[in-house]
């Protein structure tokens, strides 16, 4: 593939991409600074889900035409694995399982401190409505539109997956000390989950349901303030979270070719190149 084609084809969609999922809140906060506003948590998820919809369903497949070429929107959404597939509550089901296989991980790891205190109060309409964003967007940018993209450039599922999957984990840095590279790695594992979940299930309906269900209860099964401490602590957290995050990818496998949890079509054809 020549220069140009690169940038049009694999550089331009995945930047756009990357783009639509934090748009969004750089709005809220360049609002917030310039003009004085105040804007609630509520109100900056909507304004970001608004903006990301705006990318997905608009700006990638009617003016770009990016990553199909020119197609319907049924089957640009389609071909993202974006739809109901059938037995739908099977991938519903499915999604919440492991949601529930991740927290308990998280769960463990807080009664092992001897510190957790079960507090309600950290699942509210604020941090749900927050949760939905990337529970929704960042599985049909990442592992829809990037995931193919980088699919049809490397011709492989792994590469594409690998480098999707630290584009990811990079997008989520919090910090240059030890621990902060630790939880860059805890969102790998947690994105080859996601992926996996995907590959095998053949939509993004799985993925979707689990990833805005661990954000969404995230803070439930941990210690008060998410603050563990000490090597000790910290360790037993992330072995734990990264242990149930492998059970997660066994269930998985087990429930894509078990139990029928999986769509009619593969998503990830490696024949399925970005059109020139």
Not at 80 to 104: E, Q
Not at 143 to 156: D, F, K, N, P, Q
Not at 191 to 214: D, E, P, S
Request: hydrophobic share 55%; proline share 3%; with cysteine.
């Amino acid at each position: 593939m020549s220069n140009t084609g690169m940038m049009k084809n694999t550089v331009r969609p995945i930047g756009l991409a990357l783009v639509a999922i934090v748009l969004g809140q750089i709005l809220v906060m360049l609002a917030e600074m310039i003009f004085d506003m105040s804007i609630t948590k509520i109100q900056a998820s909507i304004i970001t889900f608004v903006i990301a919809a705006l990318f997905g369903f608009v700006i990638f497949p009617r003016i770009l035409k990016l990553p199909f070429g020119d197609v319907g929107l049924s089957t640009y959404l389609r071909k993202l694995g974006f739809y109901w597939p059938r037995n739908a509550w099977k991938h519903v089901l499915l999604g919440m399982l492991l949601a529930a296989c991740t927290l308990t991980g998280i769960w463990i790891a807080s009664l092992l401190s001897g510190r957790y205190v079960l507090d309600w109060s950290t699942v509210n309409l604020s941090h749900t409505i927050f949760s939905i964003n990337p529970g929704v967007w960042e599985e049909f940018f990442y592992r829809g539109i990037i995931m193919l993209v980088l699919i049809g450039a490397t011709r492989s599922i792994k590469r594409a997956a690998l480098i999707q999957i630290l584009l990811f984990s990079l997008a989520h840095i919090k910090g240059f000390d030890l621990w902060a590279w630790v939880d860059v790695l805890s969102v790998f594992i947690l994105a080859i989950a996601f992926t996996y979940a995907t590959l095998k299930t053949r939509t993004l309906v799985v993925g979707m349901v689990f990833h805005f269900l661990h954000d969404a209860f995230l803070f439930l099964p941990q210690v008060p303030g998410a603050d563990y401490l000490g090597t000790q602590e910290n360790v037993v957290f992330y072995a734990c979270l990264w242990v149930m995050a492998g059970v997660a990818c066994l269930i998985i496998k087990f429930a894509s070719e078990r139990l029928g949890v999986q769509a009619d079509e593969e998503l990830y054809k490696v024949e399925q190149a970005v059109p020139a």
